[in-house]
Nanobody
Framework: QVSLVESGGGLVQAGGSLRLSCAAP????????MGWFRQIEGKQREFVAA??????????DYADSVKGRFTISRDNAKNTLYLQMNSLKPEDTAVYYC?????????????????WGRGTQVTVSS
């Protein structure tokens, strides 16, 4: 089991930015595919972005709804995964979750991830 801890959520006005962080155990980012998902209460968890283990694929995967606005990145020295969110919209309001998958490649299916953080709330006001 991999312990993941998200932080960085909050309240922001439409058009603003937030950066989410996901603290992971050492070597997680090089061994596991990592993803960001979000969920609105009463709805299914939704794929946001993902990157393969060790960033072996140069291009990360993004949901169409966030492409061009969100960027997934990592800091190996800090064992931390990030999600930079720019040009935020009210429809981006959700609880955001970090996830790790015990294989190298990504999937957009939340059922394909074995480990989850507890989430961080992002609220975008209009």
């Amino acid at each position: 089991q991999v312990s993941l801890v998200e932080s960085g959520g909050g309240l922001v006005q439409a058009g603003g930015s937030l950066r989410l962080s996901c603290a992971a155990p050492k070597s997680t980012l090089s061994r596991y595919a990592m993803g960001w998902f979000r969920q609105i209460e009463g709805k299914q968890r939704e794929f946001v972005a993902a990157a393969a283990a060790g960033w072996i694929q140069q291009a990360a995967d993004y949901a169409d709804s966030v492409k061009g606005r969100f960027t997934i990145s990592r800091d190996n020295a800090k064992n931390t995964l990030y999600l930079q969110m720019n040009s935020l919209k009210p429809e981006d309001t959700a609880v955001y979750y970090c996830a790790a998958r015990t294989v190298f490649t990504t999937t957009t299916d939340p059922g394909g991830y074995d480990n989850w953080g507890r989430g961080t709330q992002v609220t975008v006001s209009s």
